[in-house]
């Protein structure tokens, strides 16, 4: 239903001297956009940057991702602060990004370096088995502060070999809340939703997909350690 779930309004695609500009504006007050500069023939520059707004409890709304039928749940959620007060969560997406490929044919492997920076405005927490919790209430939502991500990554991607395709990825994020007052009702319930001030998080993620020759055999392998 378009009224009910985000609908790209427009989309332009732009090609002047090598420049591709793409820009995707969604209802609920986001958007999307893009800017690819292909600086040398096996390197590519990319900027981007996005924002979109989640009302609390939407995706209650949202039908399932399965056909079949489908009706709103006979009991909704609560705010958990006792003001009953919900702020819209905001997320603003930044980042730029250097591909280089090694060869000069499109399967040899390419490296690619990125930074990016996310800022949450009223992160959304959903608490549910609350204790001594309203029982007109399936859920809970309630709001634990701002967050501010900083971070960067390096991956290596491509064919390496005939029948198999992969990435290795390795990123890093340092983060920040900004709490105040709103993490109160969350702390006394669920301590452990609230994070700490800062934190920084390591992850590598390996992906293989490779074909079976003289079959129509798939495989497909991912890999992921995080800190």
Known sequence: DPERAPVRMALFVLMVLGLL????????????????????????????????????????????????????AERMFFPLSARGELRAERVRNTGVSVAYRLGARD????????????????QLATLLGVTGSDSRADYFVGQVGDIDMIGWGAAVNGQFGEH????????????????????RGIRRVAPSAVRADTERVQDVTTSLDADVPRSLTH??????LST
């Not at 198999?164 to 993490?183: C, K, M, P």
Request: glycine content about 8%; proline content about 10%.
């Open 21 to 72: 500009l793409s820009v995707s504006i969604p209802r609920a007050f986001g958007g999307h956009g893009a800017v690819s500069y292909r600086v040398l023939p096996r390197t590519l520059v990319r900027a981007s940057a996005s924002q979109s707004m989640v009302a609390p409890g939407a995706d209650e709304f949202l039908p399932p991702p399965v056909d079949g039928p489908w009706l709103p």
């Open 164 to 183: 198999v395709h992969g990435r290795v990825e390795y990123g890093q994020v340092d983060s920040t809340w900004q709490t105040g007052n709103w993490v």
């Open 219 to 224: 495989l497909s392998v991912v890999y992921r």
């Open 107 to 122: 399967l040899w492997p390419t490296i690619e370096v990125r930074r990016f920076r996310q800022s949450t405005d009223n």
